[in-house]
């Protein structure tokens, strides 16, 4: 039994080790170094290849969502078409504009890849599995966040087109609008946890009670954090509902309409980066980063459930692309101001709440009210005044 | 800043300046874009992302129908309506037969009427379907209404194909009757169709009638008034769904549209909503014509026994002639001088008709209404141009 | 609905308008109403709005283009033939100057019933073309005059934005027209008849002066 | 409650992708190249014509009447007369299409050629794979590439063919009948004129 | 400067940016060897839905995307003092909650203002 | 490990080039970022004194850097509207032509 | 440099044909279309990518709204000369390697409209096709296998010698020639460079030599 | 003066100053983004990491985005056809200089900065929350009327009188 144990703890554990082990045969000053390098092309090519599993998934649900069967025919069940896919666009010709801003227009995607794979710095994929424990890791996530909807804007202004321009401000108004809160969202968890690192966050919550485990998502506020942080993260990171600065039958595709080639490639790449690391800090705020759901399956290794989770959000993301129309300008706007701020900062007074009352059912059921009660107002409120409803019609005979 | 510069100089009308005076991009949407289905332009002039004004421009599918129609027999110009709306070609056949048929005084069979009406709904069924698909695709939906809109309509044009040869081009109706008669089993394999699609309405309104994203989106979108409606001769559902009662089926009675019991949705607010709602009860309308079309169908000859296929020489004269095509009122005039190619042909399209009011509807909305607006006037351009 | 009826309803409410109603011999019966220039606007707003009639839905605007023709009439004549006064039958040649005409098609949504042709004829095809427009009284006919305008060449005066529709701003022609030349593009032309297999072999023989020696190559 | 309607379309797509993996009807694709559908007897995509026999100049059906050549509404048929006549599948001496093309550039596959031959020479093929990269020659079919024989067209299209078989064959018996009865009334008629007795025209059917 | 904490995000910066240069760099290098670059005047226009472009678009935008960008500018700062209060926020009373409360309270009642004024309807 | 002297040479020249900036420049929108460059030197200098100071563990330096920021960032909000109603007024950034539409 | 070029790869041959296959298997199976259509071919092109044909299979679902990102241009419809310019510059703004199927008889020589005024005898006469299907409209089944032709089209290309394809040679230009609009009629009626009617006797057109006994 | 330091000093010094030099406005911003990121890496080289973070979210996020949109608002990205330094350039590159001279003197002078670097105090944002609601309260609370302030004037004057106050 024990050892068992001690298996499933090795295998846990075995990235970190097989690391130490390498380390060890370098002089001492090299480490730190070369375990940072080596940790940061772990991340590049595990993330490289998951968003090239993502694109692959992606055509391959939304198929069977629309009774096909989605590429199918390079390699095995079509699992090479995201490769042919990179070839293809490694050899596009790369089309600058004339009137483009030439320089901006080649550091717009550069940005964007960067800023998205920063990211990962402080993502925890594992138990001992990040780049760096960073006091204010969280602050660290949001602060690297924002510099996306630069390199967004910089796409966009430089290509000098219409498309692309409406395209960018439709981006950064947007972004912008999420920003705040996906960043109000998660301040539930930090006043819970006490802490800005994403390793101790994640450490508060991989604790059982019987068999469940103290994820956040599991109280009122943390549920309903949970959710308005995965809104805000889905506009954040341009997807369907809420692709409209790419919305292609509105404005061809938005602030990249300009961009062919591998540039263009670094966009896709770098939006789908961006989406998951978005939904790795969910996964690691709320959903318990790479802790298992339950405690007799914690002999899985830990970033095995931060994978398996982080598939979970990307399935959804798919699910609703697949069945939901994009949101309108106005309606975007009008969500994220009228609908998001206010439920976030209501559910931050929940969270304060939720601390100050005792333990028991009468936390639960007043916390719960306090969530549940705001959102069916505004969302009534919302309908009301949009006076939108299901009509019925008569007929002329 | 010198007009040439300013960026609305070259339009061609001299739009208004924005509210706090900022400066206003003109924005070519179109002829190649996503959602303008086919090779249709709006010239947008935008205050933001609001549109100040918009002009469309037209004929980029102009491929001279009319003009070919005039050097082409009677019956030769029978395969070019089908590509004027080329999602219908059944109703363009059977408005041209129509027109034809009034010219030269021919009477058509019973059993040709019942196949004309069944071929003719099922066309509609097709083509709202599909319409309701691609204003989905237009508000972003990565295509999954189309799909299933597709799906029914494969089987929709699998029975056009085992009857009339075609998938699209159909080809079908002759002067005084139709071309081939019902092979066998098609009346079964059709029945079963028409019996599966009320399951694909349900998942098709299961999907999208309740969805709040769709309502916010479409409903006080583009509103036009039923005044507007009739002064701007909107026919079809457009004008149904501003409450405009008029239905030429109901009005004009032609072919045997009087023996069947079937209902006209109209909307009251006249938005992009009660358009893609009354196509949706239209489409259960059809079912019901359908069934009783299909219970009905008498046996008998499919074509006026008269009629000979070459040498078709009306006398002088003239003839409009309309049928309720699915996009709405389509109408063809044609003018005999006694020869064996019309002298004036002239093909009144709903399609163009309809987009009068484009401006009007689009004018102070949204860019991302536009294409909603339009998805929802149910335009092609094989029939806007021509 | 009795178009004798409506004619005269009509000419008695709009002063100074006389109305032709033109037959229709083909079996539609459908028969029209021709009108002046200068009272059509009157004629349609009546139509539009008087209490029996109220066409208020124009279904359809068509151009017909009827070339300048010569007319022969047999018409019998009182001559004398001979220091005899006797009928005789004289072939008379009238040459009918060229018009652009238009029809508007209206319907009536309010009482259902229609269809109602309405003509108008220009004075003749190269200069006079004008003809008031319809669409302040009918918004439907804004599209379609624009159409008539462009393929045609009539000119619609007080039309709010008469361009062409469907061909390009510095096209000069108007294709509908029956004396309209189309562009020679007949390079290839494997299968031409007729006129066009005229201009293909004109075109063929064209090439071949450019490069000759390389006939029947393929 | 916001979300209803989303959640009830969300259940709408996850009902057609669990679907998909259990019912034909909720994958409909047909793998095109490897699966195809059935061939739809009536489908038509390019006119072909129609010999007799195993030789396709001799059994060609074509009289070269030019009819389809003049009714084909956007004249991509071509067709030159012969000078001669050679006989026909029947024997019976007519004139033949010394050319005969069809340029599938411009064919709209209207079927109205088909219609209007009085000899159901012309039928349509359902073949429709016939993308080219040669502009030219590849899309203009000349009388070689457009026959197929009359097996060809009871394959593709076995109820039209089988009637068309029938009708042929009928007019086929009525045409030996009556070229019978002309023959006998010519012989009558000679006989008549070498014997000087008279007798009653034969009152024969025609 | 090896034993920098931030040494591992320096390396991550440093290898990003190497990855997105590194590709483009390949890619640049397959056109330098293999597929000629052929620019052309139209190929190099602005794409217009296959129209030339008319006028230029950098134009003058509308102010109201000026007032979300205050909003969120406001908003952003006020997390930036929301966190650490956040991360202290086990440790604190009543007291601290109100103080906090009162500043979050301040800057609720700009959003309220800003309702009422309609700023925050897109147009 | 630099000193601090490193730090104010390095704030100061950051300064100058703000206030170059504020001075030359005529755009408007430029001028105000000068000022933020400026603000930008004034906090490095709070935080090198802090580092540097004799009592780090007080975090004056680091609290006046965030209230420093803070406020900055408000006076970005309100200059740029200020100079978007300039602009409303004179159509014009540029500082030199607002001063001659002035008058 | 070419020569230099040559002759380095020859020398490397199984690293030049390694990247040609590697090439070529990109390009072949990542052709994503331009989200273009023209007139009644569209609704059938529409159709092979919805479920029944699902073009998606062979990776060509990915149609990109903007030419920038496509790799192959359908034409599938009419081209009128209103059009056609449009068409032409849709096509120069398409990075290479680019192809264009030219899907539908109007497409490929004006179809049954040729005869219009406004109708341009076939997109050929101005923008280099790669494949012609043939049909009014041609089945979804007949674009398949038009792209799958063209998919075999571009695995017989190479890297370097005679078979390369055209983007790969200096020499051949990437843009064309956009007409503009004339008086009458486009301006120039079409690219002699690229499209020349083949002198062939107009009556004799695909005689075939054993029919004229 | 270490290695990292300079660089990072380099990289802060060219990005104000290409913020401050070049001629479009838009370049002008992105290049402040560079330095203000650079400021920012100072802040973490000097253990101030809340402050460094909040500096790039702050100025790089927000700041930065506001400008650009001022920039779009205003339409100035336009290259324009006059310099794009003022007339008196001269003279104010002067006072730049000279305030430069005399602060590098003053600091070079003081003995009192040339002491070394003391060790790294424990500064977590533990702490600057205790600081924050314990010692700093009523900053906080003037802090919070400043910003809705700043909220409302900026609004309304970016809004503008015959604005419509919907």
């Known amino acids: 039994m024990t050892h068992l144990a001690q298996l499933a703890q090795e295998l846990d554990q075995i990235f970190v080790l097989a690391a130490h082990w390498l380390l060890s045969y370098l002089p001492a000053a090299l480490q730190p170094l070369c375990s940072a390098i080596l940790s940061v092309a772990a991340i590049i090519i595990v993330f490289a290849t998951l968003f090239a599993l993502t694109t692959w998934l992606e055509r391959k649900g939304l198929g069977r969502m629309q009774n096909r069967y989605g590429p199918n025919r390079v390699g095995p069940f079509g699992m090479l078409q995201p490769i042919a896919d990179g070839v293809k666009s490694l050899t596009k010709e790369d089309i600058v504009p004339i009137t483009a801003d030439h320089a901006v227009h080649f550091l717009a995607p550069v940005l964007l890849v960067t800023a998205s794979f920063m990211d990962y710095a402080v993502l925890p994929i594992g138990r001992n599995m990040v780049l760096v424990n960073l006091n204010a890791g969280v602050l660290f996530f949001f602060a690297i966040g924002s510099m996306m909807e630069l390199a967004v804007f910089m796409a966009g202004w430089s290509s000098r087109s219409k498309y692309t321009l409406l395209g960018a401000m439709r981006a950064i108004a947007q972004m912008i609008s999420y920003e705040v809160p996906l960043v109000l969202a998660s301040i539930v968890v930090i006043m819970q946890a006490g802490s800005l690192s994403t390793v101790s966050i994640v450490n508060m919550q991989a604790t059982y009670s019987g068999i469940w485990p103290h994820w956040f998502v599991f109280t009122p506020w943390g549920f309903a954090g949970f959710v308005l942080f995965m809104v805000a993260a889905t506009a954040e990171s341009n997807r369907s509902p809420f692709d409209l600065p790419e919305g292609e039958s509105e404005i061809i595709a938005g602030y990249y309409t300009e961009y062919s080639g591998f540039k263009f490639a670094l966009f896709f790449l770098g939006e789908y980066i961006g989406m998951f690391a978005t939904s790795g800090m969910a996964i690691t705020l709320f959903l318990g980063g790479w802790s298992a759901p339950f405690s007799f399956l914690t002999w899985v290794p830990s970033y095995v459930w931060f994978f398996a989770k982080l598939l979970a959000i990307i399935s959804v993301f798919i699910w609703i692309r697949g069945t939901l129309p994009r949101l309108r300008m106005d309606q975007l706007m009008n969500l994220a101001w009228e609908f998001m701020l206010p439920m976030t900062l209501l559910n931050l007074l929940t969270a304060g709440i939720w601390h100050f009352m005792p333990a028991g059912s009468s936390r639960w059921l007043v916390c719960s009210t306090m969530v549940v009660v705001p959102c069916i107002l505004l969302s009534r409120g919302l309908k009301h005044r949009k006076k939108f409803q299901v009509r019925t019609y008569h007929y002329s005979e | 800043m010198s007009t040439a510069t300013h960026p609305t100089a070259h339009f061609d009308l001299q739009p208004t300046d924005g509210p706090g005076k900022e400066q206003l991009l003109e924005l070519s949407m179109g002829p190649q874009h996503p959602s303008t289905h086919g090779v249709f332009r709006m010239k947008v002039v935008l205050d933001g992302e609001r549109v100040v004004r918009l002009k469309p421009v037209f004929g980029y599918l102009h491929r001279n129908h009319e003009k070919i129609a005039e050097s082409e027999t009677y019956l030769g110009s029978m395969p070019y309506t089908d590509r004027l709306d080329y999602m219908c070609s059944i109703t363009n056949n059977w408005a041209y037969a129509l027109a034809v048929e009034k010219l030269a005084g021919i009477q058509v069979p019973e059993r040709a009427e019942y196949l004309r009406v069944i071929t003719g709904e099922l066309t509609r069924l097709q083509n709202h379907a599909c319409l309701i698909g691609f204003l989905m695709q237009d508000m972003g939906s990565s295509g999954t209404p189309l799909m299933y809109a597709f799906r029914e309509r494969e089987k929709i044009l699998d029975l056009f194909e085992s009857l009339t040869g075609a998938r699209m081009m159909c080809n079908y109706m002759r002067f005084g009757g139709c071309r081939v008669d019902l092979p066998a089993g098609w009346l079964d394999q059709a029945k079963k169709v028409v019996a599966d699609f009320p399951r694909f309405l349900d998942e098709y309104e299961q999907l999208l009638v309740s969805n709040e994203i769709l309502m916010d989106r479409t409903q006080d979108v583009g509103v036009l008034s039923r005044e507007l409606a009739v002064s701007a001769g909107i026919s079809g559902p457009m004008a149904r769904a501003s409450g405009v009662d008029y239905d030429i089926r109901k009005v004009d009675r032609y072919s045997i549209y009087d023996r069947f019991t079937f209902r006209v949705p109209l909307g009251s607010h006249g938005d992009v909503y009660d358009r893609f709602m009354v196509r949706l009860l239209e489409m259960r309308e059809s079912v019901s014509i359908l069934e009783q079309a299909m219970r009905d169908i008498p046996s008998g000859p499919i074509v006026d026994p008269k009629m000979k296929i070459r040498g078709f020489r009306p006398k002088p004269g003239e003839a409009y002639g309309r049928i309720e095509a699915p996009k709405g009122e389509l109408g063809f005039y044609l003018v005999s001088d006694g020869s064996p190619n019309p002298y004036r042909y002239r093909v009144r399209p709903p399609s163009l008709i309809n987009l009068t009011v484009l401006e009007d509807l689009c004018v102070g909305r949204n860019v991302a209404d536009i294409v909603a607006i339009l998805g929802s006037i149910d335009i092609v351009l094989g029939e806007v141009d021509r | 609905m009795n178009l004798e009826a409506i004619k005269s309803e009509i000419e008695a409410n709009v002063p100074g308008c006389r109305l032709e109603l033109v037959a229709n011999p083909s079996p539609s019966g459908q028969h029209s109403l021709r009108t002046g220039a200068e009272h059509a606007v009157a004629v349609a707003v009546y139509l539009r709005d008087a209490e029996d009639l109220r066409f208020d839905f124009c279904s359809n605007v068509t151009g017909i283009d009827w070339p300048s023709r010569e007319v022969s009439q047999k018409v019998k004549v009182r001559k004398l033939v001979d220091g005899v006064e006797q009928e005789v039958e004289e072939v008379r040649k009238t040459a009918l100057p060229g018009t652009l005409e238009v029809v508007y098609h209206l319907f009536s949504v309010e009482k259902k019933h229609g269809p109602i042709s309405l003509r108008m004829s220009t004075i003749d095809r190269d200069a006079n073309v004008h003809l008031p427009s319809l669409t302040p009284v009918w918004r439907s006919a804004e599209l379609q005059e624009r159409e008539i305008f462009d393929l045609f060449g009539v000119v619609f005066d007080g039309h709010p934005d008469l361009r062409r529709l469907l061909m390009w701003p510095d096209f000069t022609d108007h294709p509908m027209r029956r004396d309209y030349v189309d562009p020679d593009d007949y390079e290839y032309e494997p299968t031409a008849h007729d006129e066009v297999l005229r201009r293909a072999q004109q075109h063929r023989s064209e090439a071949d002066e450019e490069h000759p020696g390389e006939a029947g190559e393929r | 409650m916001v979300g209803e309607g989303i959640l009830k379309g969300m259940a709408e797509t996850a009902r057609n992708f669990f679907g998909s993996f259990v019912s034909k009807d909720r994958l409909t694709t047909v793998q095109y190249p490897e699966e195809r559908e059935l061939q739809i007897e009536a489908a038509r995509d390019f006119p072909f014509l129609v010999y007799d026999g195993a030789d396709w100049q001799q059994g060609m059906r074509c009289v070269a009447c030019q009819i389809c050549e003049k009714e084909c509404p956007p004249k991509c048929i071509f067709i030159e007369k012969s000078k001669d006549k050679k006989p026909d599948a029947n024997g019976k001496p007519q004139f033949y299409p010394a050319v005969f093309n069809i340029d599938i550039s411009v064919c709209m596959s209207c079927q109205i050629c088909v219609e209007v031959c009085p000899f159901d020479a012309i039928k349509m093929n359902v073949d429709y794979n016939l993308s080219t990269d040669d502009r030219f020659a590849g899309l203009l079919l000349n009388k070689q590439r457009l026959s197929k024989s009359n097996d060809y067209y009871r394959k593709i299209h076995p109820t039209e063919a089988t009637a068309v078989d029938a009708r042929l064959a009928e007019e086929r018996a009525r045409q030996k009948a009556k070229a019978k009865s002309a023959a006998e009334a010519k012989a009558a008629a000679e006989a008549r004129l070498t014997t000087t007795a008279v007798q009653p025209a034969s009152g024969e059917p025609r | 400067m090896t034993n920098s904490p931030y040494l591992p995000v320096i390396v991550l910066l440093l290898a990003a940016v190497a990855f997105a240069l590194s590709t483009l760099l390949l890619a640049w290098l397959w056109a330098r060897f293999f597929s000629p670059h052929k620019p052309g005047p139209s190929k190099n226009a602005i794409y217009e839905c296959g129209l030339e472009s008319v006028g230029d678009a950098w134009i003058q935008f509308k102010p109201g995307y000026y007032l979300y960008g205050i909003i969120f500018l406001v908003f952003d700062v006020e997390a930036v003092f929301l966190l650490p209060f956040a991360v202290a926020f086990s440790r604190f009373g009543a007291a601290e909650s109100l103080a906090m409360l009162v500043f979050l309270l301040l800057l609720v009642e700009g959003l309220v203002w800003a309702y009422q004024k309609n700023i925050l309807v897109w147009t | 490990m630099s000193s601090l002297q490193d730090y104010l040479l390095l704030s100061s020249l950051l300064f100058s080039i703000g206030l170059a900036g504020v001075l030359i420049r005529r755009n408007a929108i430029l001028v105000l970022i000068g000022i933020e460059l400026m603000l930008n030197a004034a906090n490095l200098n709070f935080i090198a004194f802090w580092r540097f100071g004799p009592n780090p563990s007080a975090l004056t330096g680091i609290m006046f850097a965030l209230f420093s920021i803070s406020v900055a960032a408000a006076e970005a909000a309100v200059g740029l509207a200020i100079i978007l109603a300039a602009y409303r007024h004179s159509k014009t950034t540029d500082l030199d032509r607002m001063n001659s539409l002035k008058g | 440099m070419d020569e230099k070029l040559k002759n380095e790869l020859s020398k490397q041959g199984i690293f030049t044909t390694t990247l040609q296959n590697l090439y070529n298997w990109g390009r072949t199976n990542s052709i994503w279309p331009l989200n273009f259509g023209l007139a009644c071919c569209a609704i059938e092109m529409i159709a092979t990518t919805m479920a029944r044909y699902d073009m998606a299979r062979f990776g060509a679902e990915v149609f990109r709204p903007s030419p920038r990102q496509a790799d192959l241009m359908i034409v599938a419809g009419t081209v009128t000369k209103k059009m056609a310019p449009l068409v032409v510059r849709l096509y120069n703004q398409m990075p290479e390697p680019k192809y264009v199927i030219s899907m539908g008889a109007c497409a490929i020589s004006g179809g049954p409209f040729k005869q219009g005024y406004n109708v341009l005898k076939g997109i050929d006469r101005f923008i280099p096709v790669d494949i012609y299907i043939p049909g009014c409209p041609p089945r979804p089944e007949a674009l398949l296998d038009a792209f799958m032709e063209l998919q075999k089209k571009i695995d017989e290309q190479t890297l370097t010698g005679e078979k390369r394809p055209r983007h790969l040679n200096a020499g051949e230009p990437s843009e064309f020639v956009v007409p503009r609009y004339g008086a009458h009629d486009l301006e120039p009626t079409k690219n002699p460079n690229l499209w020349k009617a083949p002198l062939v006797q107009i009556s004799q057109a695909g005689t075939d030599e054993s029919g004229s006994h | ?166």
Not at chain 8, 61 to 83: D, N
Not at chain 8, 140 to 163: D, K, Q, R, S, Y
């Open chain 8, 1 to 166: 003066m270490t290695a990292s330091f300079m660089i990072l000093a380099l990289l802060t010094v060219a990005g104000m100053a290409a913020a401050m030099g070049l001629r479009n406005a838009v370049h002008c911003v992105l290049a402040l983004t560079v330095g203000f990121a650079g400021v920012a890496a100072l802040y973490l080289q000097l253990g101030a990491q809340f402050v460094g973070l909040t500096q790039i979210m702050v100025y790089v996020g927000a700041v930065a985005i506001l400008a650009v949109f001022a920039i779009m608002m205003t339409h100035s990205p336009e290259p324009v056809k006059q310099p794009a330094f003022s007339s008196q350039w001269f003279v104010g590159g002067i006072v730049a200089a000279s305030v430069f001279a005399v602060l590098a003197w003053a600091i070079h002078s003081n003995a009192a900065f040339t002491q070394g670097l003391p060790p790294q105090p424990e500064v977590t944002v533990h702490q600057i929350g205790d600081a924050l609601m314990h010692h700093f309260v009523l900053q906080l609370e003037i802090m919070g009327l400043l910003l809705t302030a700043a909220l409302i004037g900026a609004v309304v004057i970016a809004m503008g009188h015959e604005e419509e106050m919907k």
